[in-house]
C-alpha cells in the first residue's frame, strides 16, 4: 500500500489549496480516510477525516474551512483548504485505515491509531 500526497505549496493568509492523497494498492471505498498534520516539536493533529460510512468530521480549528471529500473510483482523497491561517502552516500526511471504522467527532478526528497507512507528507506553510 502506498499513499502519496500533493498539492502542499505557500501561500498566503486567506488563501487556498487543495492537498491530493493518491492510494495505490489499497481500495478507498468503506475505509477510514484521514487528514493529520504536524509541527515539528509539536504533537501531531488530525485535521480531518472521513469515516467508513463517507460521514465527515472536523478538528475544531479548520471546521467550516477545509473539507475534506474522496473520489473512489480514483483511488484519490482530497483536502479542500479555505481561509487558510499562518496556524495551519504544517507538514501534512494523508492516512488510511485497514478496517472499517465508524467513529463520527472529535474522537475519530483525534484518534490516529485507527491509521494502518500513511503518506510521506506535504508541506503547507501559509504566510501573514
Known amino acids: 500500500v502506498q499513499l502519496v500526497e500533493s498539492g502542499g505549496e505557500p501561500v498566503e493568509a486567506g488563501g487556498s489549496l487543495n492537498l491530493s492523497c493518491v492510494a495505490s494498492?489499497?481500495?478507498?471505498?468503506?475505509?477510514?480516510l484521514g487528514w493529520v498534520r504536524q509541527v515539528p516539536g509539536k504533537e501531531r493533529e488530525g485535521v480531518a477525516n472521513?469515516?467508513?460510512?463517507?460521514?465527515?468530521s472536523y478538528a475544531d480549528s479548520v471546521k467550516g474551512r477545509f473539507i475534506i471529500s474522496k473520489d473512489n473510483a480514483k483511488n484519490t482523497f482530497y483536502l479542500q483548504m479555505n481561509s487558510l491561517k499562518p496556524e495551519d502552516t504544517a507538514m501534512y500526511y494523508c492516512?488510511?485505515?485497514?478496517?472499517?471504522?465508524?467513529?463520527?467527532?472529535?474522537?475519530?478526528?483525534?484518534?490516529?491509531?485507527?491509521?494502518?497507512?500513511w503518506g510521506q507528507g506535504t508541506q503547507v506553510t501559509v504566510s501573514s
Open positions: 472521513l469515516n467508513s460510512g463517507g460521514y465527515d
Open positions: 492516512a488510511a485505515s485497514q478496517r472499517k471504522l465508524y467513529k463520527i467527532g472529535s474522537f475519530a478526528v483525534s484518534n490516529a491509531g485507527d491509521y494502518d497507512y
Open positions: 494498492g489499497y481500495t478507498t471505498g468503506g475505509k477510514k
